[in-house]
């Protein structure tokens, strides 16, 4: 080896252990600093149907848009007694009367398609109408809690975050770790 190329290997050396020393600082720094981090995770769909708000939320809408399910219960129903009719009595049936009860019987399935499409359409619109304000009340108050009961974080059991501290962010560090790559 000359010894231009020995001082470089050296010199990589020093740098490498510098580096790697002060990464191992900042873990265990890092892993100091984990006790005292606190994490939460919350359903925050079952807080929205067992509290009390969102139970009277979803009280309104289910009775708002009952009707409208009990009217697509009869059609159903009738469909599924043409099918069997159709079924039963295809036999002894002319090939005109047939066609003619295939195509009536499309024709309602079709129709019942659209409406429940419409239906369920409608309803998402108006649930997500009605509980907006409902999660907005719900967001600032994990805050206040998060803070009043110093969490570091908190999660949604989707995987949402919620709630941070901020002095949990390490972004421009891994910045600069990532930055520092060959």
């Known amino acids: 080896m000359t010894k231009k190329m020995t001082l470089l290997w050296f010199l990589s050396m020093v740098l490498s252990a510098a580096l790697g020393a002060a990464l191992s600082s900042e873990r265990l720094a890092w892993a100091q600093a984990a006790p005292g981090v606190k994490i939460g995770i919350v359903n925050v769909d079952k807080v929205a149907q067992d509290s009390k708000v969102g139970k009277a939320k979803f009280s309104t809408?289910?009775?708002?848009?009952?009707?409208?399910?009990?009217?697509l219960k009869r059609e159903l129903d009738e469909i599924n007694r043409l099918k069997k009719e159709f079924t039963d009595k295809a036999s002894v049936w002319s090939e005109d009367t047939k066609k003619q009860k295939a195509n009536d019987l499309e024709l309602k399935m079709r129709s019942f398609e659209r409406k429940r499409q419409d239906y369920e359409d409608q309803a998402r619109k108006r649930e997500q109408e009605a509980l907006a304000p409902l999660e907005k009340g719900l967001s600032d108050v994990i805050e206040k809690m998060a803070t009043?009961?110093?969490?570091?974080?908190i999660l949604d059991l989707r995987g949402m975050l919620i709630f941070y501290n901020p002095k949990l962010e390490i972004t421009?560090?891994?910045t600069r770790y990532f930055d520092a790559q060959p």
């Open 61 to 71: 809408l289910e009775a708002e848009f009952k009707p409208k399910g009990e009217e």
């Open 148 to 153: 009043e009961q110093n969490f570091s974080l």
């Open 172 to 174: 421009d560090e891994v």
